[in-house]
């Protein structure tokens, strides 16, 4: 049984460049969440999603970042024109319901950095 | 809206002694409480978690915490840490009025020493 896959584990972008960050939950899961941990700091929650709704995304900036998770394949994270403050690591985690008493199962991170 | 905060940002405990990491709550009603570990270049992983009922939690690897409302505290022991122990720790907190929404402390480094 796998566990939250996030790919890439490691992603260095130039200023401008485009970033896409991949979410694979885990099998059943169909709620997932994506935090972003800046260095030194905790994780803070970015986007809450479902198949193919975006059901809070009130933790994520308002421009330059866009999330979806499509019926099929994974859910997407995507960052475009990137800036050096972008730098960070990406989590997403998954459960199978949402409820806060569930475990949220976090992936292993994407580390960004931005050149 | 819920915050964490941990007040010790890094710890150093030598192998075998006992360990408490430090957690205080803001939330005005009964928070959802959890502790998670982080390896170096890992995701995290849960320890364990409060919602109600015994106030001292039993998690995995030999970790307790225990849950005291009157002071808003959720601080995470083990009696015997272990080299392996060393990792950033994270306490969280979920709050039943958004329910999916984990809000972290900024997190504990353990350094073990020999």
């Known amino acids: 049984n796998a566990g939250v896959m996030q790919n890439p584990r490691h992603l260095v972008r130039r200023r401008g460049q485009e970033a896409r960050l991949r979410c694979s939950p885990m099998?059943?899961?169909?709620?997932v969440y994506w935090y972003r941990q800046l260095p030194e700091e905790g994780l803070k929650f970015m986007v809450y999603?479902?198949?193919?709704?975006?059901?809070?995304e009130s933790g994520m900036p308002k421009e330059r970042f866009s999330a979806e998770f499509p019926k099929e394949g994974p859910s997407i994270l995507r960052i475009q024109q990137v800036v050096r403050g972008d730098s960070a690591a990406y989590f997403c985690a998954s459960s199978p319901r949402g409820r806060v008493e569930e475990t949220q199962y976090f992936g292993p991170g994407t580390r960004l950095l931005v050149l | 809206a819920q915050s964490v905060t941990q007040p010790d940002i890094h710890i150093t405990v030598s192998e075998g002694a006992s360990l408490e990491l430090r957690c205080n709550y803001s939330?005005?009603?009964?928070?959802?409480l959890f502790w998670y570990v982080q390896s170096p270049g890992q995701g995290l992983q849960l320890l364990l978690k409060?919602?109600?009922?015994?106030?001292l939690v039993q998690g995995i690897k030999g970790f307790e915490a225990e849950f005291k409302r009157s002071q808003s505290s959720f601080n995470l022991r083990k009696p015997s840490v272990h080299w392996s122990d060393a990792a950033e720790y994270f306490c969280a907190v979920g709050a039943l009025s958004n329910d999916y929404k984990l809000s972290f402390g900024a997190g504990t480094t353990v350094t073990v020493r020999a």
């Open positions: 999603l479902q198949k193919e709704n975006i059901i809070d």
């Open positions: 409060y919602f109600s009922g015994d106030t």
């Open positions: 939330y005005g009603a009964t928070p959802y």
């Open positions: 099998k059943g899961h169909s709620h």
